[in-house]
DNA sequence: CTGAAAGCGCTTACAG
DNA sequence: CTGAAAGCGCTTACAG
């Protein structure tokens, strides 16, 4: 690999003036920026990033952590569409993307303290919001850019965030679904430690108290975002038929299969009994019978808008601000 | 940011010193490693991995290029499954991932070559091998290591690669329809132009020989892995029903979806009277009525393999050489 | 076991 | 517009 001394013994000139051709704004006589370059090419020279990077201080790079060890994590559509729309951004804006794993919501900080500390990227953003674990908290007090995807935990209120309207999204499905008469309502959500859930809940709440219903806490269940949990949820709900749901919100679409799983396995018909609504919109949801109704939550665009407000940030130097709210939207098939 | 020369001098010993207590391999007095350790715990203190990486020439860090531009590339379970197999063995062999996206397969070479002349990363994992671009020819002229997620072009043998027995898989399946008693099975391919495709081809004609069953052309069609790829499909294979496949193998499940569809607006049921078998054993495969049949590639281990090959080469300091076969399974369910 | 020095390959303020 | 020098924050061969 030749370097920029090369490049300037070839061309006769400092390596100096090698590096200001190629980082492009300084004022360099057309002449020499041809010697320049045409040694550049005999040598197949290319700049070092990382020694540019140690220079600048600045790395083109942002970090984000991904828990490798759920293996639900990569069969939810949540993943590709996150990485789609931060990639998408990365590209345009001329970045890359530095991940890392981690094996569990404690390692989460550990892995992205590890790359912000050791300087390897220019700023992260942080996927998960769990209400245990305090990895904004932790996060904040390097002062390096950071957003997150979710809604911040209460005492970080003032970092920079963009999520989708979950608590207004799931209330409106709540709404939706008392408009088509149903009066007992279930709520079944992933993991109730998650703010996501929590979030949903609430919408699930003022959806029902909104139409004047009544909730039963047997109602309000957790199927941890699995098939199985979806399947085990419909158990739990329905010990006594007569007050049983007519319908069910699921907090994610692999759920709701389980319920309707469940549903079937006790002769009860979707959607001629019981109405049924998922979230993510996944791949599954149309190809169901019937076809599941799901609130499409637009995980791509709240990546690049995450990570433009990033970049954004890097670019100005200052800690990333302010919030975005994307809204999902209802997609209608047969299950309601 | 503190640096090693602040802790060096609050310890009162020499940069170089602080160093080697953190770079590990070292012998160092008890003393002064306490004495070093508890100056960086005082001034919060991490090397700079930047630094470090200039200095040995080394960024733990490897490469991969991600064709952001085609929604359908992170709709398929291949990405994720890459992507998970990437990440579980960086993670466990302390490397991180440096993901680029790319704006289609012309451009995939030209970022990868990107990362790795401007030495970003010390290695790179390429992903698509397609026959009309010459991206491992144009890669391997660095010599920096570099392993293929897919077989090789004939040109480039002696890459290092692994991949899965999509030949002999697909025979098997071809093999295993005959058995039922198909005489007139249909490959329906995704993109002609890409080498996994071509391969599956070769298998279904080894199979459709080793059974004894004679090929008509119209029963080879490409559906670019979409679901109306699929679809269409249907439609050009079946302009004479008499002579019309009663069995299809797709190469992906999307397409395996919208030949489903195409045989029920016809009227055709399956797998009364038409049976089906897609690829990739995809999240919906399981939940479609009737149950889809697909072969089940193991992508998530592939993507393992081919990062230990890789890690592995980089750590020897030489050239990945060798390449791994793995199989792919046939997943029954109620399509055939 | 520890120090002093040179080097990794760039960038950029300072002169001219 | 171009050169000479110092610096980014580490590592490591060489002495002692």
Redesign the interface.
């Known amino acids: 690999?030749s370097t920029i001394r090369d490049v300037a013994a070839q061309a006769e000139v400092h390596p100096s003036t090698v590096s200001r051709v190629f980082s492009g704004n300084a004022q360099i006589s057309e002449a020499t920026r041809q010697r320049v370059l045409e040694a550049a090419r005999e040598l197949n020279f290319?700049?070092?990033?990382?020694?540019r990077?140690?220079s600048v201080r600045r790395?083109k790079?942002i970090g984000v952590i991904?828990p490798?060890v759920f293996d639900g994590y990569?069969?939810d559509s949540f993943?590709?569409?996150l990485?789609?729309g931060l990639?998408?951004v990365?590209?345009e804006r001329g970045y890359?993307?530095?991940?890392?794993?981690?094996?569990g919501y404690q390692d989460e900080h550990i892995q992205a303290l590890?790359?912000l500390?050791?300087?390897?990227a220019d700023g992260i953003v942080v996927t998960s919001s769990r209400l245990d674990v305090d990895t904004v908290g932790e996060l904040r007090r390097h002062n390096t850019p950071l957003v997150l995807i979710g809604h911040p935990p209460a005492q970080h209120a003032d970092v920079a965030w963009v999520d989708a309207d979950n608590r207004t999204a799931t209330r409106r499905v709540i709404e939706y679904l008392a408009q088509k008469g149903h009066r007992r309502i279930a709520y079944v959500g992933g993991d109730p430690d998650s703010s996501v859930v929590k979030e949903r809940l609430e919408g699930y709440l003022d959806g029902m108290a909104q139409a004047g219903l009544d909730v039963q806490p047997e109602w309000i269940d957790y199927g941890y975002f699995a098939e199985d949990g979806g399947y085990q949820a419909v158990e739990r709900t329905r010990r006594d038929e007569a007050s049983a749901p007519t319908a069910y919100y699921a907090a994610n679409d692999?759920m709701a299969?389980g319920i309707l799983r469940g549903l079937r396995e006790r002769g009860i018909d979707v959607p001629g009994q019981v109405s049924l609504v998922g979230t993510n919109d996944?791949?599954?949801a149309a190809?169901?019978?019937p076809g599941l109704s799901s609130l499409r939550v637009p995980y791509?665009a709240i990546a690049a808008a995450a990570t433009h407000r990033l970049i954004d940030a890097i670019e100005k130097g200052e800690q990333p601000a302010g919030h975005e709210l994307l809204e999902s939207c209802l997609i209608e098939r047969e299950s309601v």
């Open positions: 690999m290319q700049p070092n990033a990382i020694a990077s140690l790395t790079t991904v490798h990569f069969a993943f590709p569409q990485m789609a990639l998408e990365c590209y890359r993307l530095l991940v890392g794993g981690c094996d590890d790359i500390a050791t300087r390897q692999l299969i996944s791949p599954e190809h169901l019978s791509r």
